[in-house]
């Protein structure tokens, strides 16, 4: 009996001995172990068990799971995984809102985020990246490799804007040109004549029927050739038998010169006859468009950067300029008005006031000493506010004390528009008693600035 005991308990430890060997031969498949740890080393059935952190300085693990690694994770991931895959699902994990290092090894900050993130989906919380836990996290396509376009900041440029009196058409009148420029580039233009037509026919500048009209020659009025456009352009037709109306033609001149530099239009009026301009300027007909392009040039050279705005570069070719004639400061004078616009925004303008003064100390309008001054009254000029703002500005300083010169009040009116639209300047000026506006206009002092605000903004609305 003691020898059967003996017997069977050698068997047993024989048995025990013998499964012990297999199970360590075999690796820990007898025990169940799921696929996950099995899986760690990438599917390299060589690889040592993923419990064992591989050291940086052994590369044969890492440099096996590059080589099979094909930009997808096609294994489940679980802590202490490592490998390509590895860092791809921290990529993902970081585009989602987490800061993990991307370093292809599963650790607890990884393990702890991908919990998270399937709490947060309704997912198992088990840290386990399979399937169901892909399917939610990856991107339907690959990560981009194609480095991101940077932003590039909107480009801004500076539009100042100049004003001439010139003697662009003859004797018989003036003309006053306006360009709005952005650095040499001409990007608005305006011009207009001015010259005394028979009261009968023509329309005069405003105040043509109050004190200003006094000092005109009997049976004469000084008149815009724009706001007479349809009267000066039959006239022509039937003196020289023009073929295109006087504004048609003006429109074909700004066309022309809107967007060259200055530097391009002297080029050309340097190496073209005057009575040939028209063979450079299309659909123009005037035998003076040549003298009509030098004024525009010469307003593009005076202009001033004391008062300018930045505009995006993609508006400046939006730009559109309005002009109207006022009467925006008592009854002896009249205002011009010219102001560029980008949409409803205000971008540059300019006015000034023309009345008629002392020949002995003021400087009259171009052609005051030819045919146009022919009309003027016994010891006077037509002359411009700004041209003698000098002389004016002692004037007003004398006989009103006047605190500020007129060219600085002007200024003043202008930084003030500047940058605002055409709805909120009405919103002011209807909110707003006249005497009141230079309450609101920082630095202006003029009585009647609520009148040059209001011509402003109606040059803006005809703006085209």
Same mark, same amino acid.
């Given at each position: 009996m003691l020898k059967k005991n003996v017997k069977f %308990?050698?068997?047993? %430890?024989?048995?025990?001995?013998?499964?012990?060997?297999?199970?360590?031969?075999?690796?820990? +498949? %007898?025990?169940?172990? $799921?696929?996950?740890s099995a899986a760690t080393s990438g599917g390299n059935t060589n690889t +040592?068990? !993923?419990? @064992?952190?591989?050291?940086?300085?052994?590369?044969?693990? !890492?440099?096996?799971?590059? @080589?099979?690694?094909n930009g997808k994770i096609n294994r489940l991931l679980a802590f202490k995984s490592f490998g390509e895959d590895v860092k791809l699902l921290q990529t993902y994990l970081n585009q989602n809102g987490y800061k993990l290092k991307v370093d292809g090894i599963y650790g607890p900050k990884t393990l702890e985020a991908v919990k998270d993130y399937q709490k947060k989906k309704g997912l198992r919380v088990d840290g386990i990246v399979g399937p169901k836990t892909l399917a939610k996290i990856a991107p339907v396509k690959p990560v981009a490799t194609k480095p991101q376009t940077p932003v590039v900041k909107e480009q801004k440029v500076t539009v100042k804007i100049g004003k001439v009196d010139y003697a662009a058409h003859g004797t018989k009148c003036f003309t006053l040109a306006v360009a709005a420029v952005?650095? =040499?580039?001409?990007?608005?233009?305006?011009?207009?004549?001015?010259?005394?037509?028979?009261?009968?026919?023509?329309?005069?500048?405003p105040n043509s029927d109050k004190d200003f009209g006094k000092d005109y020659p009997q049976g004469k009025v000084l008149a815009s050739k724009m706001t007479n456009a349809e009267y000066y352009s039959k006239n022509m037709k039937e003196k020289a038998n023009a073929t295109n109306p006087i504004d048609k033609n003006f429109d074909y001149i700004r066309a022309y010169v809107t967007g060259k530099t200055i530097a391009e239009l002297e080029s050309v009026l340097a190496s073209t006859p005057? =009575?040939?301009?028209? $063979?450079?300027?299309?659909?123009?007909?005037?035998? $003076? !468009?040549?003298?009509?392009?030098? *004024?525009? /040039?010469?307003?593009? +050279?005076?202009?001033?950067?004391?008062?300018? %705005?930045?505009?995006d570069a993609k508006d400046i070719n939006n730009i559109k300029i309005g002009k109207? $004639?006022?009467?925006?400061?008592?009854?002896?004078?009249?205002?011009?008005?010219?102001? *560029?616009? /980008?949409? =409803?925004?205000?971008?540059?303008?300019?006015?000034?006031?023309? @009345?008629?003064?002392?020949?002995?100390?003021?400087?009259? /309008?171009?052609?005051?000493?030819k045919d146009f001054g022919k009309d003027y009254p016994q010891g006077k000029v037509l002359a411009s506010k700004m041209t003698n703002a000098e002389y004016y500005s002692k004037n007003m300083k004398e006989k009103a004390n006047a605190t500020n010169p007129i060219d600085k009040n002007f200024d003043y009116i202008r930084a003030y528009v500047t940058g605002k639209t055409i709805a909120e300047l009405e919103s002011v000026l209807a909110s707003t008693p006249a005497d009141k506006m230079t309450d609101a206009v920082s630095g202006a002092t003029l009585a009647d600035t609520y009148g040059y605000v209001k011509a402003i903004v109606e040059a803006a609305k005809v703006a085209k």
């Open positions: %308990l050698t068997f047993v %430890l024989a048995a025990m001995l013998t499964i012990s060997s297999l199970a360590v031969s075999s690796g820990s +498949k %007898l025990f169940g172990v $799921d696929d996950v +040592k068990p !993923t419990t @064992q952190k591989p050291k940086t300085t052994q590369t044969t693990k !890492t440099t096996q799971t590059t @080589q099979n690694f952005a650095g =040499d580039k001409i990007v608005a233009a305006y011009f207009d004549d001015y010259q005394f037509m028979s009261n009968t026919v023509a329309t005069g500048v005057a =009575d040939k301009m028209t $063979d450079a300027v299309s659909g123009a007909t005037l035998a $003076d !468009t040549y003298g009509y392009v030098k *004024a525009i /040039v010469e307003a593009a +050279k005076a202009a001033k950067d004391n008062v300018t %705005l930045e505009v109207v $004639d006022y009467a925006a400061h008592g009854t002896k004078c009249f205002t011009v008005a010219v102001t *560029a616009v /980008v949409g =409803d925004k205000i971008v540059a303008t300019y006015f000034d006031d023309y @009345q008629y003064m002392s020949n002995t100390v003021a400087i009259g /309008v171009p052609n005051s000493d």
